[in-house]
Structure formats: C-alpha cells, structure tokens
C-alpha cells in the first residue's frame, strides 16, 4: 500500500514539472505575439497627396446689380391741361412717340399772331430796303427796320416752339418705368411725367474694396454669373472706375457695361462678378482642410519612414478650398489628407490610400 503511494505522488510531481516547463516555453512566444499586435494597433493608416507644383488664380467674387445705362425723367416744357396720354406704364415707346398732348389752343393764336407780325415787318423791310437804293431812306432807319424784323422772326420762332412743346415726346427708346400723370391733370414746366429706361445697354454697379482696386483695369472684360439664371456666365466691359473710394464703405464703385439687345437680363438683377486679383505659378497649393490649427498656427502633417512630422505652414492665401503655400512643404512631400487631426509629430502611420492631386482641386 505505501508503495502505490509513493509512486502515485512521483507521478503527480512528474506531472507538475512538465507542466511547469511547457508553461515557460510557451510565456515569451505569447509575449512577443501580444508586442507586435499592440505594435500594430498603434499604427495609424492615413491617406497622403504627394505635392506638385500647380498654378492657380486667385478669383473673388463681389456681388454686383443690373441697371439700366440710360434712365430719362420725362418734363414738360410748357404750362397747359393735359387734353391726352398715348403711354401707359410698362409700354415700350420709340424716341419722338407723343407721350401727352396738352391743350394748345392758346399756343396757337400767340403763333399766329407772331407769324403774322413777323411777316408785316419782312414786308417792311423789304420796303424799306428798296427805298434805301433811291437815297431817301437813312442808314440808321434801314437798322432800325431790320432789326425790328428779326425780333419779330425769333418771336415767332419762339411761339412756334412752344406751340410744338404741347406736344410731349419720348427723348429715347425704352421702356416706361413710372406713368406720374392722367388726363385733365394740369402740368407746369419742369413736372415729370414718366421715367423711360433704355434696357438695350444695362450697366453692373459693383463695390469693390481697397485691396482689390488695382486688379481692376480701364476696359478690362470681366465675367459675371446671374443666381437667377442657373449661374449663367455673361461678360462685360469696365466703362467705369471711381477716381476716389466711398468714405464711408472705403470701397471703389465699379461699372460694367453689358450689350442687352436680346433683353435677357433685367434692371434689379442680382450678380456675381469674377475679379482676378493674381496668378500664382508654380506654387504650393494644398486642400485647406488639411492642415491643422493649433495656437494660431497652421500645421501640416507629412508622412515620411513610416512616421508623421509636423510642418508649419505659411499661407500667403486662401483661394476658394485651397490655401497657397510659400514655406513649410516641399514639392514631393506626401501631405496627409485623412487621419492628420489623429496625429502627432512621430505618429506611425501607415499609407493606405495615395489620393489624386486633381481631386483635392
């Protein structure tokens, strides 16, 4: 009996061992399998742009609004009742259509009585002229006569004008914006009595601030989308630069013109003109989005051996998403794209996606 036992605790003993040393054979395998998974969870996988050297312009874009080059207050010249209206508002009228008529008969009887008093003293001169070859009429009266006679005539070219002023006429071609008047209305010199806009030629009325001033050229054709169209792009030509900025905007008035002979466009419509303020060539341009600002800095991450290192980048400017840099990169470093707010100077990383440059555009 004692001896079953001394073999059966041999045996445990033995058991034990075995045990003992299949577990320190096993422990530095697990260690090192347990190191590179942990190793490998701390990598980062990030998406990277190789830089190249691209150029871009600088394009702003100044909100800007149509009207007409040529607005005319339409006025009466002479005082009289309206006796009728030939326009209404909205009517296109052709320069010399009859807006109004005013009762004219007054105007007609000083007429005539001009032109006939006008007549009796070219009568008389005559007369008198022919007296002046016989010898029996004086230099001084043939002035006298003459004289008289020519006050006569711009008497009655005077009455004849205003005879013709009783009727209104339109001064250009263009649409009526505003009727002011009705018939039996009884109007004076100077009143308005319609406001007539020629859309044919429309002009774009921009402000355009200090810095961006000298961008701007005398002629210069510039690019301009309506909202209202689809962004439909129409051009025009710079007729207009403020010689002195608005003291209180600090910014320049801008006026384009643009051809309307196809009245595509309206008065009142809201615009966006394209004003060029620079090329950049050759240069540095990344997606804005990629960079990190940390205490007013811009910070790019670069991958390189498998590490991230941290750049700091200088902008000179911002150009719609992309921002233009001058120092910090350098053509051929791989910017990170995704993953660069996830990491930090030394960073591993791992590249798993190299993003086409023209897609960051």
Not at 169 to 193: A, C, L, M, W
Not at 208 to 220: L, R, Y
């Amino acid at each position: 009996m004692n001896k079953k036992i001394v073999i059966f605790i041999v045996m445990f003993f033995v058991v034990v061992l075995v045990l003992l040393a299949s577990a320190l054979l096993m422990a530095p395998r697990d260690e090192k399998i347990n190191d590179d998974a942990m190793a490998k969870e701390n990598i980062l996988k990030v998406s990277v742009v190789e830089i190249k050297p691209q150029t871009i312009e600088d394009i702003v874009s100044v909100i800007g609004v149509m009207a007409p080059l040529v607005t005319v207050s339409e006025t009466v010249e002479q005082a009289g009742r309206i006796s009728a209206v030939h326009f209404d508002k909205g009517d296109f009228v052709k320069e010399g259509d009859i807006l109004i008529s005013i009762q004219k008969d007054t105007y007609g009887f000083r007429r005539e009585a001009a032109k006939a008093h006008y007549d009796k003293a070219k009568s008389d001169f005559k007369r008198w002229e022919q007296l002046k070859s016989t010898g029996s009429v004086s230099e001084e009266l043939l002035d006298e006569k003459e004289t008289d006679m020519l006050a006569a005539k711009w008497t009655y070219e005077l009455a004849n004008l205003a005879y013709e002023q009783c009727e209104v006429k339109s001064s250009i071609s263009g649409y009526v914006q505003d009727r002011f008047i009705d018939k039996g209305e009884y109007v004076s010199p100077g009143d308005t009595i319609a406001e007539v806009k020629d859309l044919s030629s429309l002009k774009v009325e921009i402000n355009i601030p200090e810095k961006d001033i000298f961008s701007v050229k005398f002629g210069e054709e510039l690019t301009f989308t309506v909202d209202a169209l689809d962004d439909q792009a129409f051009k025009g030509a710079v007729t207009f630069i403020a010689p002195e900025a608005d003291r209180r905007t600090n910014t320049f008035k801008i006026e384009l013109e643009y051809d309307n002979l196809q009245g595509t466009l309206k008065p009142g419509v809201i615009v966006r003109v394209r004003l060029k303020r620079k090329d950049f060539k050759d240069a540095i341009v990344v997606p804005l989005s990629a960079l990190v600002v940390e205490k007013g800095y811009y910070i790019a991450y670069t991958a390189k051996d498998g590490e991230a290192v941290r750049n700091v980048a200088r902008l000179v400017q911002i150009v719609d998403s992309q921002a233009v840099i001058d120092s910090g990169l350098e053509v051929g470093d791989k910017l990170i794209v995704q993953g660069q707010r996830m990491v930090s100077d030394g960073t591993k990383v791992e590249i798993v996606d190299v993003e086409n440059r023209e897609q960051q555009e």
